[in-house]
């Protein structure tokens, strides 16, 4: 019975075994990294294209009072950029930019005290808000029968204080 | 013989023992129900007395004039910003009030000086905490004659009859021009004070003063220091920045066809505000040359992202 104390050839079996599960953990480590970036990219673009419209001010009511209060296309504005910036990220996503920014929940709250319906907050200075469900393309999840295409929920707010 | 008669003796115990006839006095009382009690959806905030939900937003003030009647009024938009709002203090022309200084849109003045009349009133926001104040607005609503002014210090003409004192030369030409809708403030019978000069910085040469003014860091901005006189516009000869931060501004002096132009690159501290003061001067013929301070009230604010 010698041959039950031979352990040669086991690391192969070893590795056989164990080298596929060790590359599906690496695949979805890799697709985890890759969705956290493609998440960042995406909520840059929501705040970027809200502090974008909050900077878009009525001139004729600053003249005319002196506060400031959002230019009454302010939430076309928010969304037309948001939309140019997820198109430097179109590779990432599933669908076309504009489709996600026309799909996004864009308001503006031009006055101030305002209430968010969505998100019940109270806003105190004129306030620029996005909230956008954006499909990004998770391939390797995919692969592994999971979801090929993972929804990221964003939401930027922007106000001048 | 001890231990069975013991045992008897338990025995007999426990066999004629009887439920003892103790009784609850109130067993018979019914217990009264109690209402069930809904909890209260919302704690219950006491509001301040005469308070209201405001539909007609404050917009700007309005002199117009219209002859020799001049009239001060307030615009309002209908709006509902979700606020709440009372009033303060309803105050007659040249009456002071407790609330004076506290507008933040002021109070202005009538020709010889006194305060105009109108309404104070105190914007809350009801919060979970209850009903906040915010600001006081000042609701102008006067009207005086102009002319009268000059009426009333002109020398009276040599005639048989006695010349009418100010006053009643005032008050015998108030229906002629006026109906009675509006209070029309009457210059007093003794001599006017010298013709005062208001001065504003507008934002643009021909919108409305302000006395203060939000404006976003980085961004250029003109102010107009403007003057008036009797509430009309008179022509501004110079103008020079004698007090505040100027920002990056390319000069803090010039003529009065030049504006003002700056730009902001810094946030005041919080809570605080660039206060500027601009020393017009006006030259006119029935004045001479004269200066007075503007003094305008600048919030540099900044896009913010929101948690």
Redesign the interface.
């Known amino acids: 019975m010698s041959w039950t104390r031979d352990d040669r050839g086991t690391a192969l079996v070893l590795t056989l075994v164990l080298a596929p599960l060790l590359l599906v953990a690496l695949a979805g480590v890799l697709q985890l990294g890759a969705l956290r970036v493609a998440g960042a990219r995406i909520r840059a673009a929501a705040d970027l294209a809200t502090l974008v419209a909050v900077n878009d001010q009525d001139d004729a009511e600053l003249a005319r009072s002196g506060a400031l209060r959002l230019a009454a296309d302010a939430a076309d504005v928010a969304r037309e950029y948001f939309a140019r910036e997820l198109d430097l990220s179109a590779p990432l996503l599933d669908g076309t930019a504009d489709d996600i920014a026309a799909a996004a929940d864009v308001a503006a709250y031009p006055t101030a005290p305002a209430y968010d319906p969505r998100t019940g907050a109270r806003y105190d200075r004129p306030t620029v808000r996005i909230a956008a469900d954006v499909p990004v393309r998770s391939p390797i999840f995919g692969a592994l029968l999971l979801r090929p295409v993972t929804v990221l929920h964003v939401i930027a707010v922007s106000s001048p204080r | 013989m001890k231990r069975r008669s013991a045992a008897a003796t338990l025995a007999l115990l426990v066999l004629m023992s009887s439920p003892a006839f103790a009784w609850v006095p109130f067993r018979e009382d019914v217990e009264p129900p109690v209402p069930a009690r809904e909890p209260d959806p919302a704690p219950f905030v006491a509001p301040p007395p005469g308070i209201y939900y405001v539909t007609d937003?404050y917009?700007?003030d309005v002199v117009t004039s219209s002859g020799p009647l001049t009239t001060y009024s307030t615009t309002t938009v209908h709006?509902s910003?979700?606020?709440y709002a009372r009033v303060l203090d309803t105050v007659g022309t040249g009456a002071s009030s407790a609330f004076d200084g506290s507008a933040f849109n002021g109070r202005r003045t009538l020709g010889d000086g006194r305060s105009v009349a109108g309404t104070y009133y105190e914007n809350y926001?009801l919060?979970d905490g209850g009903f906040v104040p915010?600001s006081v607005v000042f609701f102008q609503d006067d009207a005086e004659l102009a002319r009268l002014l000059a009426v009333a210090t002109r020398p009276p003409a040599v005639t048989a009859s006695p010349p009418p004192t100010p006053s009643q030369a005032a008050r015998s030409a108030a229906p002629a021009c006026c109906s009675a809708s509006r209070p029309v403030s009457m210059p007093a019978s003794t001599p006017p004070p010298a013709r005062p000069i208001r001065p504003g910085v507008?934002?643009?040469p021909v919108?409305?003063p302000?006395?203060?003014?939000?404006?976003?860091r980085g961004r250029t901005v003109t102010l107009w220091p403007r003057a008036f006189v009797d509430d009309r516009e008179v022509p501004v000869l110079t103008w020079a920045l004698v007090a505040g931060d100027a920002g990056e501004a390319r000069a803090v002096s010039g003529p009065g066809g030049a504006a003002f132009r700056t730009s902001w690159p810094r946030l005041a501290p919080p809570g605080a505000a660039y206060d500027l003061v601009f020393r017009i001067e006006i030259d006119l013929p029935d004045t001479g040359r004269r200066t007075a301070d503007a003094r305008i009230s600048v919030i540099v604010?900044?896009?913010?992202?929101?948690?």
């Open positions: 937003t917009v700007a709006e910003t979700g606020s926001a919060t915010i507008s934002l643009l919108s409305a302000l006395s203060s003014v939000e404006v976003l604010r900044s896009p913010a992202l929101e948690n």
